[in-house]
């Protein structure tokens, strides 16, 4: 899929975000090596940690359907750029350290990083057994 179209996948995501206390909605779009594409919204709750931030439902969705192999995930959000938070940070550290993330903003601008460079000293399940 060429990033336009994950791109157009993730800002179609922005109309199904339940933000109500923020109001800002985030949507994301998620590709794995295999060619499948799954696509995440932000939930939240009254209860802030219990909601879930787009990229991580994309990724939860995509690793409950069997795929860990992702190559690039497109965030977007309808003002500034929408760039991962700490948690989904890690979060993808564990499955994709070198996947590329493309952040829109409202204008359709992008930035591109890696994990690696979103999360420079990150760690995974190696640091776990040393």
Same mark, same amino acid.
């Given at each position: 899929?060429?990033v336009?179209e994950l791109?157009?996948?993730?800002?179609?995501?922005?109309?199904?975000?339940?933000?109500?206390?923020s109001?800002f909605?985030? !949507?994301? /779009?998620l590709e =794995?090596?295999?060619g499948?594409v +799954?696509?995440?919204?932000n939930i939240e709750?009254a209860?802030?940690?219990?909601?879930?931030?787009a990229?991580r439902?994309?990724m939860?969705?995509?690793?409950s359907?069997?795929?860990?192999?992702?190559?690039?995930?497109?965030?977007?959000?309808?003002? !500034?750029? /929408?760039?991962? =938070?700490g948690?989904?940070?890690? +979060?993808?550290?564990?499955?994709?350290?070198d996947?590329?993330?493309?952040?829109l903003?409202?204008?359709g601008?992008?930035r591109?990083?890696?994990?690696r460079?979103l999360?420079?000293f990150?760690?995974d399940?190696?640091?776990?057994?040393?």
């Amino acid at each position: 899929m060429s990033v336009d179209e994950l791109k157009a996948l993730a800002v179609s995501m922005l109309d199904r975000a339940y933000c109500p206390y923020s109001r800002f909605p985030v !949507g994301a /779009a998620l590709e =794995c090596r295999s060619g499948a594409v +799954f696509t995440g919204c932000n939930i939240e709750n009254a209860a802030y940690p219990v909601g879930i931030c787009a990229e991580r439902t994309a990724m939860a969705k995509a690793v409950s359907e069997g795929h860990r192999d992702f190559v690039r995930l497109v965030i977007a959000g309808r003002t !500034g750029f /929408a760039s991962p =938070c700490g948690m989904c940070r890690q +979060f993808m550290m564990e499955f994709a350290p070198d996947m590329e993330v493309v952040c829109l903003n409202g204008k359709g601008d992008s930035r591109t990083f890696s994990v690696r460079e979103l999360l420079p000293f990150g760690f995974d399940g190696g640091a776990l057994r040393e």
